[in-house]
């Protein structure tokens, strides 16, 4: 038998060794995470290849009444079990999910939970999380996600290419809820003070809406109302986005909106209406406010209050110009 053939067999067979052991290694970690107080059941997904490596990911839902003494233990919990047992040294996940027994709003027939994820062994950060940031993340999150003033809190940490500590926190109000109330939730922890807050406005189809996000603060009630109007005016047939966040290199405008109208019977139509509504309506942000927005013929852009800064390849076309020359101060 050829040495090279040797190898390869004899690699395969302590590759199966280490994933059968490490694969029971994951199971008594599954059983002991579910057999702790706070969990109702959990779900464990385990697979070794050659190409991929060993991944390994336990879903732990948690009870309705579970407590933040509770979830931080769980949380620490497998942390601490994934680096007794070597499991970090691959691909691990953490994914809890909690429903609120009384959410401020729910959709008929669907439910909803809040996730926070947790991320070891990827090569994509430069260092895994601690068990203390681990349990940390996990008490902010289940406090904000059964504070009634939230419809989901999701949580990821850590963050592409950033440390153990990084995290996101994305929190998702109903169209209704008053600013005060998520300021409110926002004040109430520490935790929250970098979250990122979404409104998504059904329209058309089930499933399909138009989003506004704010990052670091709660939308105000007038930015809320100014979206519902934006959102109007597109229509539910158009894709609209929308956020409002810090000034960056990437960033022309502190609040940028979004509309795509793509070629259709109507279209032609529709994008004079909405070329003639929304750029009237963006100053109520207070501050210049992009507006990208997808044609037929290219893209329009231009910064109502502002003077937008456009590529060198960028073609400016006569509604780009005719807008630009009406709301833009350049």
């Known amino acids: 038998m050829k040495p090279a053939l040797v190898a390869a067999i004899l690699a395969a067979?302590?590759?199966?060794?280490?994933?059968?052991?490490?694969?029971?290694?994951?199971?008594?970690?599954?059983?002991?995470?579910g057999q702790m107080p706070g969990v109702s059941s959990t779900n464990l997904s385990y697979d070794s290849n050659v190409s991929s490596g060993e991944t390994f990911r336990l879903t732990v839902n948690l009870m309705p009444d579970v407590t933040d003494a509770q979830v931080v233990r769980i949380s620490q919990t497998f942390v601490d079990q994934i680096k007794r047992t070597?499991?970090?040294?691959?691909?691990?996940?953490l994914y809890l999910r909690?429903?609120?027994?009384?959410?401020?709003?729910?959709?008929?027939?669907?439910?909803?939970?809040?996730?926070?994820?947790?991320?070891?062994?990827?090569?994509?950060?430069?260092?895994?999380?601690?068990?203390d940031q681990v349990g940390d993340s996990a008490g902010v999150w289940l406090r904000a996600a059964r504070a009634g003033v939230a419809q989901l809190v999701d949580l990821v940490q850590p963050l592409w290419?950033?440390?153990?500590?990084?995290?996101?926190?994305?929190?998702?109000?109903?169209?209704?809820?008053?600013a005060a109330k998520a300021v409110g939730l926002q004040r109430s922890d520490p935790g929250l003070a970098q979250a990122t807050w979404e409104i998504h406005l059904p329209?058309?189809?089930?499933?399909?809406?138009?989003?506004?996000?704010?990052?670091?603060?709660?939308?105000?009630?007038?930015?809320?109302?100014?979206?519902?109007?934006?959102?109007?005016?597109v229509g539910e047939y158009y894709d609209a986005k929308a956020d409002t966040a810090p000034m960056s290199d990437r960033r022309q405008a502190l609040t940028v909106v979004e509309i795509d109208v793509p070629k259709s019977a109507d279209s032609?139509?529709?994008?004079?209406?909405?070329?003639?509504?929304?750029?009237?309506?963006?100053?109520?942000?207070?501050?210049?406010?992009?507006?990208?927005?997808r044609t037929p013929d290219g893209m329009v852009e231009l910064i109502a209050g502002g003077c937008f800064t456009h590529r060198d390849d960028h073609t400016r076309l006569p509604l780009e110009l005719e807008l630009s020359a009406r709301y833009e101060k350049c």
């Open 13 to 33: 067979v302590a590759l199966s060794a280490a994933s059968c052991t490490n694969q029971k290694e994951a199971a008594s970690v599954d059983q002991k995470i």
């Open 86 to 93: 070597g499991l970090d040294d691959e691909s691990a996940d």
């Open 98 to 131: 909690f429903s609120s027994p009384d959410p401020p709003s729910k959709h008929p027939g669907s439910e909803q939970y809040s996730t926070a994820s947790f991320g070891f062994g990827q090569k994509s950060v430069r260092v895994d999380p601690t068990a």
């Open 161 to 178: 290419g950033e440390g153990g500590d990084s995290r996101q926190i994305t929190i998702t109000l109903d169209p209704s809820t008053p």
């Open 203 to 233: 329209v058309g189809d089930v499933g399909r809406s138009h989003d506004y996000t704010s990052t670091p603060n709660p939308p105000s009630d007038p930015d809320r109302a100014l979206w519902s109007d934006i959102s109007a005016v």
């Open 268 to 293: 032609d139509q529709d994008l004079a209406r909405i070329a003639r509504e929304v750029p009237p309506l963006l100053p109520r942000f207070g501050h210049p406010t992009q507006l990208s927005l």
